[in-house]
């Protein structure tokens, strides 16, 4: 009867496709409407915060709407808030080319509110992506001076929790293809639907858990969001029906099971004559097939979904292939890079020159420690004092300059400084505010006023400074920023081991996999995920759910020779140097804020680092049982990043780190160079004196 009844649907869909006009007249009509909201901060490109700066700036983001979607109303809901410093504040809203709105704020303190609605026909024919410009006009009373300084410390802030995008729509006939899907992903449309992860896989296959691993990462790496839920399921618990559905699902596994789990096309199975990929929309729910012709090219699959370089063909299914994509360049210390390796703008000043930087996992600089920025611009001639800039490092303030007030050279060099110790590990974003008299045009999308604008020459650089990398040792408790090191390589060091005493679907794991890949904007395509308890690379993040786990043997911490217990001091101090907080030798354990109790309790098992006598790192998340871990987990991944505690070393002694550390003893103790000096000098006094000695 069941079949039957499959027969039948599938014979009615069949007789709907063949007609679409009439389908579509028949949803529109029937069908009742379906609104989507999202919330700004998940339109955001990653790394762009909120916040509008300066004289000028503004922010763009794209208004996604699938091809399976006919919208109806759209809306574009914006609340912000303004700085005291504001005399007005004008926004302009344009969409492509189009100018939309031109909106004059009188900044009171109380945030406001501003609507703009939308039609089809204007995405269809401008685009969809919408820019919002503000200009923060200050009062007339000031001098120039004065309102360069205060246009510094002008700021609207959009407030991302109030702010959304929002539009209705029909579900249409069309059939979504994989770039759908990744279209969809990058959209934010189902931020607040969970994730599930099928297995197909038998119970001995050594890359299950790692291929799920690689397709968190790529969920999480697609959609610019560490904030999804992942729910792990095979094919032999109690959800192997299916029956649990989720509007997202990622299924993977090899042709024989696919044709007997997932209910899928026999033309979808015949074409699985490599690395493969579909999707399978059906009923609303988005399938997206992972699979090959084994294990192998199962994993290449993953591999290549995990990669947010690599563009989701437009078809519905089919084999994929490695593409040539441009990764993020990894910046090495003490080397100059041009601009145009970080950035695709050319000219700024109607918004800032945002450079993004991502800085490895573990590095430590010296107190002193610069990095500069060689800007050549060509910019409109200025009296003195007209102009200047204002460097940013992750939205604090780090320098400013005037521009150069020169009226018989086109292009001008400046050289912008700021100190390396305002960077972080991971994604770091340089913004340069440009600041300067306002030009006049005839025509513009901002009216008859124009911001004042630089353009960038090709041989613009940046030069970074020297820092030296490091890792923790012997026992002690790790924060989450420090977790990063993982990643170097593409995880190739690393695994995950899950050791829990219950079936589950491993959600905290997920979960910190994906803070572990959006900190590092890239995946670890290397990983290793296992439930074998054996360690078999350098770096273990033990899961420990519900046993003890076994007992691990460290390191002695008196093993080290003269020359790296020397090295080990000095790395101490550039750390104290850098944090102005002493670095104990003895093991210092990471103390959360305000939950000293509860840790206390657990007995300090949660994200311990041991270091073993190979030197090979396990970093234990143990809990008596799942919900333990989740509420930890929780705690563990808001908390905000902390300076550098316990016993370090560093990750590969070079002549240059060496250096480094060096500068690092001399600042800690500045009588240490003259000393040295006179000790010198002293020898080579003596060895004078003996040769003179043996002449006479």
Same mark, same amino acid.
């Given at each position: 009867m069941k079949?039957?009844?499959?027969s039948?649907? &599938? ?13 579509e ?9 379906e609104t989507?909201?999202v919330?700004?901060?998940?339109l ?13 700036? =503004?922010?763009s ?5 699938? %091809?399976?979607? +006919?919208?109806?109303?759209? =809306?574009?809901?914006l ?18 080319? =189009? ?8 900044p ?10 939308l ?9 969809n992506?919408?820019t ?9 009373s000031?001098s ?9 410390e002008?700021v609207?802030?959009?407030l991302a ?9 029909y579900?249409?006939q ?8 990744a ?6 449309? #189902? @931020? %607040? ?20 691993g690689l ?10 969001s560490s %904030?999804?839920?992942?729910?792990f ?5 109690e959800?192997?029906?299916?029956? @649990?559905k989720? +509007?997202i699902q ?10 007997? @789990? ?11 004559? &490599? ?8 009923? +609303?729910?988005w399938?997206?097939i ?13 591999k290549?979904?995990?990669?947010p370089?690599? @563009? ?6 089919? $084999?994929?292939?490695?593409q040539?994509?441009?990764?993020q ?9 041009p601009? !145009? ?7 700024? *000043? ?9 800085? /490895? ?5 010296n ?5 500069h ?6 910019? /409109?001639?200025?009296a /003195?004092g007209?102009?200047? $800039? ?10 400013? #300059? ?25 994604l770091?974003?340089i ?5 300067g008299?306002e ?12 911001p ?20 923790t040792?012997?026992?002690q408790?790790?924060?989450? %920023? ?8 593409? &995880?190739?060091?690393?695994?995950v ?5 219950q079936?589950?679907?491993f959600?905290?794991?997920?979960q910190?996999l ?6 590092a904007?890239?995946? #670890? ?9 054996t ?13 003890s &786990? ?20 000095l790395?101490?101090?550039?750390a ?14 990471f ?23 190979? *030197?090979?790192? !396990?970093?234990?998340f143990?809990?008596a !049982? ?6 930890? $987990? ?15 070393e560093l990750?590969?002694p070079?002549?240059?780190?060496d ?5 690092? *003893?001399?600042?800690a103790?500045?009588?240490? $160079? ?20 043996? +002449?006479?």
């Amino acid at each position: 009867m069941k079949s039957l009844m499959t027969s039948l649907l &599938g014979l009615l869909l069949m007789t709907f496709s063949s007609l679409p006009l009439q389908a579509e007249t028949t949803s529109s009509s029937y069908t009742p409407l379906e609104t989507v909201t999202v919330p700004l901060n998940i339109l955001l490109p990653p790394g762009r915060d909120t916040t509008l700066r300066g004289q000028w700036d =503004k922010i763009s983001f794209p208004l996604t709407i699938l %091809d399976t979607q +006919k919208a109806q109303e759209i =809306k574009l809901s914006l609340t912000m808030t303004h700085s005291g410093k504001i005399d007005i504040a004008n926004l302009w809203v344009s969409l492509g080319q =189009k100018a939309l709105a031109n909106i004059q704020l009188q900044p009171d303190g109380n945030p406001q509110q501003v609507v703009i609605s939308l039609t089809p026909d204007l995405l269809n024919r401008y685009g969809n992506t919408l820019t919002v410009a503000v200009r923060h006009q200050l009062p007339g009373s000031l001098s120039l001076t004065e309102q360069r300084v205060n246009a510094a410390e002008a700021v609207t802030e959009l407030l991302a929790n109030q702010s959304f995008f929002e539009f209705s729509y029909y579900p249409t006939q069309t059939s979504p293809t994989l770039e759908s899907a990744a279209a969809l992903i990058s959209s934010g449309q #189902m @931020h %607040d639907q969970p994730v599930q992860l099928i297995s197909l896989l038998p119970d001995n296959a050594q890359g299950d858990l790692t291929i799920a691993g690689l397709l968190v990462q790529g969920w999480t790496l697609r959609s610019g969001s560490s %904030d999804y839920q992942y729910h792990f399921y095979t094919r032999n618990n109690e959800h192997s029906d299916f029956s @649990h559905k989720s +509007k997202i699902q990622l299924i993977y596994g090899l042709p024989d099971a696919l044709a007997k @789990h997932a209910s899928l096309p026999q033309n979808y199975l015949d074409a699985i004559n &490599g690395p493969y990929m579909a999707l399978h929309y059906h009923q +609303k729910q988005w399938r997206i097939i992972v699979s090959g012709r084994n294990e192998q090219e199962l994993l290449e699959s993953s591999k290549l979904f995990a990669n947010p370089a690599f @563009h989701l063909p437009n078809q519905t299914y089919g $084999m994929i292939a490695a593409q040539s994509t441009n990764d993020q360049p990894q910046v090495a210390s003490d080397t100059e890079y041009p601009v !145009n390796l970080f950035t695709q703008q050319q000219r700024f *000043g109607d918004e800032p020159l945002t450079i993004p930087l991502m800085m /490895p996992a573990n590095f430590l600089v010296n107190k002193e420690e610069q990095s500069h920025i060689n800007l050549v611009l060509t910019h /409109p001639k200025v009296a /003195p004092g007209e102009a200047a $800039m204002v460097i940013r490092v992750n939205g604090d303030y780090a320098n400013s #300059m005037p521009l150069r007030a020169s009226y018989w050279r086109n292009m001008q060099h400046y050289r912008l400084s700021f100190p390396m110790s305002m960077l972080r590990p991971g994604l770091n974003n340089i913004s340069i505010e440009l600041y300067g008299p306002e030009q006049q045009t005839v025509s513009s999308q901002t009216g008859n006023i124009t911001p004042f604008i630089a353009h960038i020459s090709d041989s613009s650089a940046v030069q970074f400074g020297a820092w030296v990398n490091y890792l923790t040792r012997y026992e002690q408790q790790l924060p989450a %920023d420090q977790l990063l090191f993982i990643t170097e390589n593409n &995880g190739s060091d690393a695994q995950v081991t899950l050791n829990y005493a219950q079936n589950s679907d491993f959600g905290d794991v997920w979960q910190l996999l994906s803070h572990l890949a959006f900190q590092a904007r890239q995946p #670890m395509t290397e990983l290793l995920v296992t439930d074998s308890t054996t360690q078999l690379r350098p770096f273990n993040l033990n899961f420990n759910v519900g046993t003890s &786990g076994d007992t691990l043997s460290p390191a002695p911490s008196d093993t080290n020779s003269l020359l790296n217990r020397l090295r080990n001091n000095l790395l101490s101090d550039m750390a104290e140097s850098t944090t102005g907080e002493p670095i104990n030798s003895q093991s210092q354990f990471f103390q959360y804020p305000g939950q000293s109790t509860q840790w206390e309790q657990a007995g300090n098992s949660f994200a311990t680092l041991t270091t073993l006598s190979n *030197g090979w790192r !396990n970093i234990s998340f143990t809990t008596a !049982n799942e919900q333990a871990l989740t509420q930890e $987990m929780a705690i563990y991944l808001s908390q905000p990043s902390s300076a550098v505690t316990g016993t370090i070393e560093l990750t590969v002694p070079s002549r240059a780190t060496d250096r480094q550390l060096l500068r690092a *003893g001399f600042i800690a103790h500045p009588l240490s $160079m003259p000393f040295l000096l006179f000790t010198l000098l002293l020898a080579l006094a003596w060895f004078m004196f003996r040769g003179l000695e043996k +002449k006479s």
